[in-house]
């Protein structure tokens, strides 16, 4: 077969990663905290990280120390309370930072409650309007 020919997986296309509008990446400075299953679900492993780029379909993520993620995880934004936000690993880069996708679209009320409680100077002037929480 050359290289010329198509096969038939050249057709599969998946409506979340190919199809699907990307949305801006916006910087911010949020901690955040991953948790995955090890050893085929016998424990729990947590790790921190900080959340350094964020849209509503995925975000970059750092880590201080090399670490081997999982395909599948949950990431937690406690200073935001946003908790459990399902996430599938895209990319890990050699500089301990990892790019991830969201399985569910973030709100815009979940972005500004993150970028309200970022410590990025571009959301300095962020307010919290009470009454919609």
Known sequence: ??????????????????????????????????????????????????????SMSGATLT????????????????DAR????GCVLMRQNSNNSAEVRFLRLLTQKELDRIFIFSTHPAHKDKTLDVRSW
């Open 1 to 54: 077969m050359t290289t010329s020919q198509k096969n038939y997986l050249k057709r599969e296309e998946s409506f979340m990663y190919d199809r699907e509008s990307r949305f801006k990446m916006e910087d911010t400075m949020n901690a955040g905290r991953i948790e995955y299953t090890e050893k085929h679900v016998m424990h729990m492993a947590a790790r921190r990280c900080d959340v350094v780029r964020i």
């Open 63 to 78: 880590f201080l120390t090399k670490t081997d993620l999982p395909r599948e995880f949950v990431l937690d934004i406690p």
């Open 82 to 85: 946003i908790m459990k936000i």
